[in-house]
């Protein structure tokens, strides 16, 4: 899906990175304010700057490799009503964010477009946007830790076992999500999915116009 080489693309892959990356992590900080958490407005998360997000090391390397991380956002689910609950609510919410923006470019390309504004530049660029959003979002929903899609499993899984799974995921986990990685397999993985995401999206979208 992604030519991360091609040095040529980086005005546009970087500001839509930045993009991606920092209203997911904004949208876990904003779900969890917002259920009672005062956690990430005292460490300066809720916020869209991308500075506040930011992990050296894993932006270079999601920009080079295709693989790479935002710094997570930490919550405290001890001040949520129900806490299965919000803690689904905050990890849904970042993957959430980013389907919203790959959708929302591809509406903004269409409306450009009919209007005779969409130039080469803004269809690239919005096509990163695109691109970036979707693929963090399905990557981000595969149930490996860190990722969002380990939280989401957990609360879904009777106690016991949810133990069990959780214990096994501080062992193991980011050696496994290494694995997954490097084998290829996420790719087999996220494709399927994204491009049938974008395609439906895209469906509906000039449908419209």
């Known amino acids: 899906m992604f030519d991360f080489l091609d040095i040529g693309t980086l005005l546009y892959r970087v500001p839509a990175l930045l993009i991606a990356l920092s209203f997911h992590e904004y949208a876990h900080a904003a779900v969890s304010d917002s259920l009672g ?104 929903l595969i149930p490996v830790p860190p990722l969002d899609g380990s939280k989401i499993l957990s609360m879904f899984l009777p106690g016991e076992l949810s133990f069990k799974y959780e214990n096994f995921n501080a062992r193991y986990g980011f050696l496994l999500l290494m694995v997954v990685v490097f084998s290829g397999f996420i790719n087999r993985i996220i494709n399927p999915l994204a491009n049938g995401f974008i395609s439906l999206c895209s469906w509906l979208v000039y449908l419209v116009f």
Do not use: Q
């Not at 460490?43 to 270079?60: S, Y």
């Not at 903004?108 to 209007?115: D, E, F, N, V």
């Open 37 to 140: 958490d005062p956690t990430p407005r005292a460490m300066g998360r809720l916020t869209v700057n991308p500075m506040a997000h930011l992990d050296v090391l894993g932006t270079i390397l999601l920009v080079l490799c295709g693989f790479g991380w935002a710094k997570p956002v930490m919550i405290n689910p001890r001040y949520y009503d129900d806490y299965k609950s919000g803690v689904l609510k905050v990890s849904f919410a970042g993957p959430g964010m980013n389907l919203f923006l790959g959708f929302l470019s591809i509406l903004l390309s269409a409306i450009l477009y009919r209007l005779g504004m969409l130039s080469m530049e803004s269809a690239r660029f919005l096509n990163w946007i695109m691109l970036y959003n979707v693929w963090f979002a399905f990557f981000n």
